[in-house]
């Protein structure tokens, strides 16, 4: 990891560096900040680039316009200018700092001093800019906290977490994918100290960062945390985390699936806002039964495998052997009879002699035939 110095083909590329020459042209300071940032220093990709101002907000689009880009006031009343440059959107926003917060929302001012907005941000490791040739700015001593992963509130924990209570399901966010050696200690007791703060905020913010958190490589330490320290309990009343781990085992090399892993937590979900889908994949891999041939059958070798892994975890136990494979077979099954078999049956009568006999062929591992299904 640079100690002082980013590089990378997003920080290079053209279009980025036309954002910062317009603003630097008229004579402001902009600096790149916060994940693009982070994620440089760490060796990660860089998915969006984030900029900090000292130029106002209506300052940042006369320069956009000026050097021929576009500028959408996507944000302005927080200070947040959205710059297109050969297609790629910037967030531009002019350095601030709070005025009043509510734990929800925040009133800020414009500000030109760097230090004042660095203070305002929630993470040591997120105050972190640097300038368009890459030399990284570290106001708050964020660089160690980073190479050390330690995920460290700025200034006071409990200061920053009043400010806006879905910090504190963010510092467990970020110490599931950037921590090591378990939470700091002054972040987790502000965390429990202030939990039920999280009442406070909409179901949307909630799931959002459940659904990031969730989605990490290995969240597993984080929502134990979580749960010593209360949290859990708010966010998802009744949940348990000791499967999780488990499960995060037996995905092996699966893509990360927060659903998944939200099954095998278990808890009450009136909380969150999931979609229609969400639903009702989450009550299948919580309450679907049967064996896995019949499950690849119903509901697909993908969902089947899911099925099997939240169980097994449940119970600490590898997935059963064949499981992968009868699901797949269940899955690529084609129940051999028609309606038009079953004439005159219409009706009722028909579907309920069609279910018998799709259950007796499922039952038969898929080997019984058309003509011995309806010999009977």
Known sequence: ?????????????????????????????????????????????????????????????????????RAVPTGIDHGTITVVSGGIGHEVTTF????????????????????????????????????REGEVIDPLGGLPDLRAGRVRFVGDAEARIREDYLRILRFF???????????????????AALAGGLSTLSRERVTMELRRLLAAPDPAPAVASMAAAGVLAQVLPGADPRALAPLVHLEGALPPDWLRRLAVLGGETEGLRLTREEARRLRLLREAEGLPGALGYHHGAAAARDIGLVRSASIG???????????ARGEAADFPVRAVDLAPLTGPALGQRLAELRDRWIASGFTLDRRNLLAD
């Open 317 to 327: 136990a590898p997935l059963p052997q064949g499981w992968l494979e009868e699901a």
């Open 173 to 191: 966010r970020f110490f599931a994918r950037y921590g090591t050696d378990g939470p700091d200690p002054e972040g987790l007791a502000a965390c």
């Open 96 to 131: 601030r700092r709070d005025e009043e917060t509510d734990g929800r929302h925040a009133r800020v001012a414009f500000s030109t001093d760097l230090a004042e907005d660095a203070a305002r941000r929630d993470f040591t490791m997120n105050a972190l800019y640097a300038t």
């Open 1 to 69: 990891m640079a100690a002082d110095r980013i590089s990378g083909a997003w920080l290079a590329r053209p279009e980025t560096q036309a954002v910062f020459a317009a603003l630097e042209d008229r004579e402001h300071r902009i600096l790149a900040v916060g994940g693009c940032v982070r994620n440089a220093l760490m060796g990660l990709p860089v998915a969006d680039v984030d900029m900090a101002t000292d130029a106002a907000p209506e300052a940042t689009i006369a320069a956009a316009q000026a050097a021929g880009l």
